[in-house]
């Protein structure tokens, strides 16, 4: 069986990895997409990232938080997971 991957080391992943992965769970998706805002933010006010970068960035990473809190809504309505809610 394989080891869930260290989110420390997992530097280089793009949003839609982080979003695609199987071994991290909602919340350390969201940890990690937040700590990207963080980084990228940093860049920002530094001069070390150009604004056109950041601005793709930025959404990258917007739209991948979405589609996190999308499939959690889905599995907690139960049509995620081929159920129908109760009624």
């Known amino acids: 069986m394989f080891d869930r991957p260290d989110l420390s080391s997992e530097a280089d992943m793009t949003p839609e990895a982080i ?23 940093r860049k920002a006010a530094d001069g070390t990232a150009s604004i056109d970068a950041v601005e793709d960035r930025m959404a990258a990473i917007n739209m991948a938080v979405s589609e996190v809190k999308r499939e ?13 809610p109760n009624a």
């Open 72 to 84: 959690q809504a889905g599995d907690d309505t139960g049509q995620a997971l081929g159920r129908m």
């Open 19 to 41: 979003v695609a992965d199987g071994f991290f769970s909602r919340e350390e998706k969201l940890a990690r997409l937040r700590d990207m805002k963080h980084e990228l933010s």
